[in-house]
């Protein structure tokens, strides 16, 4: 009985060992979690950019409104038949 009992605590400590030593110990463990949190706080990010993004490429694929918009905004296009007045102050 007292091997049965030697082999088993045995056993246990090689158990714990393993959680609190081995490889992926709890502390690694703990620090994936961590490093996990962060990531899916950037993909957040991304994924709010990215329906942003394709949001506007629906926007100027479907109306000339935004794409005359972005050209005049961004490129500094004007139109034929209208005049352009610079304001320095």
């Known amino acids: ?18 959680f ?15 490093k996990n949190v ?3 706080e950037v993909n957040k990010k991304l994924r709010l ?4 993004l394709t949001a506007e490429v629906e926007d100027l694929k479907s109306g000339h409104h935004a794409l005359e918009e972005k050209a005049r905004s961004e490129l500094g296009m004007i139109k034929s038949d209208e005049s352009f007045y610079q304001l320095v102050e």
């Open 38 to 40: 962060a990531q899916e």
């Open 20 to 34: 609190w030593l081995g490889d992926g110990n709890i502390h690694q463990w703990l620090l994936l979690e961590e």
């Open 49 to 52: 950019r990215n329906q942003a």
């Open 1 to 18: 009985m007292r091997t049965v009992w030697v082999v088993l605590i045995l056993a246990l400590f090689g158990l714990q060992y393993k």
